[in-house]
């Protein structure tokens, strides 16, 4: 029993306050910079490419893929964090042993650094909302729920970041959950073009293995205006999965850390 | 000096049998010690001997296979919480921050121990002032030479004024000055009667600031007692004057004339070598007394 369930306390936030002392030392190459990508993306896909699309399911090409940039950020940020800087902070900078040191637990340290992670998540899909927002592709009334949908969504990415963390042997082997897990969801998640374009059998992997699909099919839902009932088994799948992770990623990482 | 037996105080840490093992690997095969309070206490011998391993049971961070452990009365499986609260760690690897300053070192590891801010910045400003790194407050801890980031990760295990103060390796690879300054503050810690738990390789680390010694070889405890006895009981007058080969002698006689007379057999290294083999050793002093006690164990 003491091994299925964490022993979490609010220790965990000096654990994720560790993080923001960072991050906010280095809030321009880590932030401001990264948010240029998706004004980069809005034009060059949703205007240029977008000139000879001119509408998939009934909007302009611009509008579809704004939904889709937010969902990536969500995705990209939790993972990146969780993995390569995760990464660097447990075999390059010893910071998780230094913290274990004192009356932190792993189980907290893991589970400050996949809020932070899901934090990250937040703050970048609001930011590309705000680029959405200033191209006049979305609702205003829906900027306060980016974050925390973003911080749900991120707990998920940022645990499967953890999750592999606690298993590559070096940190070129996180090669291999981007290359099979996070590039595919970047292209078959329903981000640039609709799902419905594909085979029967890729539409049904992509709702059953791949989170990005609930998200973009959620996000696009209330960015576009037509939110239904079906959108809360997406969101029920997002929290069984992200739970399931998040547990999961703290019972690996204690088996890396605790020798 | 060396009572290696300080009585009727409840020992800090008491270890029974205590074992480790990876898989088949005994890492730790079965030692029993036990400290008190005030006392500084020495684990030496080789890498590969044990001497983490058994350190890191000690901070809760590795569950034993089998035995007993208790730090403050409490069991280490059972109690890690409150016994971390009440120890201070200095790990071979200075795992400082490298994006935060050296104040904020210390400010950020005494918010993990749940140290009012205001409690904390003092007594971060007392201990930078205690190694020295006072007019370092500031800087980046990228920016400081080895023996100041020592320093940094000593006064950071401080931070929570620890009763028990575990330091592994604390001068490995540090320059002979650098060694000096950290020995002379950690004499100053058992002054003030803190309890230190210490490995080393370094045979004059260990003269220098321990009152007992555990010397340990594949994993098993194989002579205990203070310094000076463990010389003169295993290495003895021949090990102490015998005359060494001249290279041996003469940087010897180097050594001697070094201002810090703490420097001398700064480079000295443990080895375990085989007994007939262990006259051809240059340097008296800790290789000869492990390889003399792992032949009387």
């Known amino acids: ?259 | 000096m060396p009572e290696a037996t300080k009585p009727t105080e409840t020992p800090l840490v008491v270890a029974e049998s205590l074992v480790k093992r990876y898989g088949e690997l005994a890492a730790v095969d079965g030692i029993s010690f036990s400290i008190a309070p005030g006392e500084v206490v020495g684990f030496l011998g080789p890498n590969g001997a044990g001497k983490t391993t058994t350190i890191r049971m000690l901070s809760c961070n590795s569950p034993r296979t089998g035995g007993r452990l208790e730090v403050f009365g409490l069991d280490v499986a059972l109690h890690p919480r409150e016994i971390k609260g009440q120890l201070g760690v200095v790990p071979q690897d200075n795992n400082y921050d490298p994006d935060l300053s050296v104040i904020e070192n210390l400010l950020l590891y005494a918010r993990y121990f749940g140290i009012p801010a205001r409690t904390a910045r003092q007594r971060a400003t007392e201990l930078l002032e205690f190694v020295h790194l006072t007019d370092k407050a500031g800087e980046q801890v990228d920016e400081l030479s080895g023996g100041m980031k020592r320093r940094l990760i000593l006064a950071r295990g401080l931070i929570n004024t620890p009763r028990l103060l575990v330091l592994d390796e604390p001068t490995t690879g540090l320059d002979p000055q650098a060694r000096r300054l950290i020995w002379e503050r950690l004499r100053e810690l058992r002054q003030r009667g803190v309890t230190i738990i210490i490995t080393t390789h370094y045979m004059d680390e260990a003269e220098q600031i321990c009152d007992r010694l555990l010397i340990m070889d594949n994993g098993k405890v194989i002579a205990t007692g203070s310094p000076q006895s463990l010389i003169s009981e295993h290495a003895g007058d021949e090990a102490r004057n015998r005359p060494r080969g001249r290279r041996g002698r003469r940087s010897r006689n180097r050594a001697g004339r070094m201002p810090f007379p703490e420097a001398r057999g700064q480079v000295r290294d443990i080895r375990i070598r085989l007994p007939g083999r262990a006259r051809a050793h240059p340097q008296a002093g800790a290789a000869d007394v492990v390889q003399r006690a792992a032949g009387n164990a």
């Open chain 1, 1 to 259: 029993m003491r091994k299925l369930f964490p022993a979490l306390s609010l220790r965990l936030w000096q654990v994720w306050y560790r993080n923001f002392l960072v991050f906010r030392r280095n809030f321009l190459v880590n932030f401001l910079l990264p948010m240029g990508e998706p004004i980069l993306y809005l034009v060059a896909m949703g205007y240029g490419l977008g000139v000879f699309i001119k509408q998939i399911d009934g909007v302009p090409y611009a509008r579809f893929i704004g939904p889709g940039l937010v969902s990536v950020a969500m995705m990209y940020a939790a993972f990146f964090e969780c993995t390569y800087s995760s990464f660097v902070r447990m075999i390059f900078q010893r910071t998780f042993d230094a913290i274990i040191a004192t009356p932190v637990n792993v189980d907290e340290v893991v589970a400050g650094e996949i809020f932070w992670g899901a934090t990250r998540a937040a703050l970048n899909s609001t930011m590309v909302y705000v680029v959405v927002l200033l191209f006049g592709l979305g609702p205003v009334w829906l900027l306060p729920f980016v974050p925390v949908f973003g911080f749900v969504c991120g707990v998920l990415f940022a645990s499967m970041g953890m999750i592999a963390t606690a298993v590559v042997p070096s940190i070129d082997f996180f090669n291999y959950p981007i290359f099979l897990f996070i590039t595919p969801m970047f292209l078959f998640s329903g981000t640039f073009f609709p799902l419905t374009t594909l085979p029967k059998a890729v539409q049904t992997v992509s709702y059953a293995i791949l989170p990005l699909t609930h998200i973009v099919r959620i996000n696009r839902a209330f960015i576009l205006g037509h939110p239904d009932a079906t959108l809360l088994g997406s969101l029920a799948w997002l929290l069984v999965v992200g739970t399931v992770a998040f547990f999961l990623a703290i019972a690996l990482m204690k088996r890396r850390l605790i020798k």
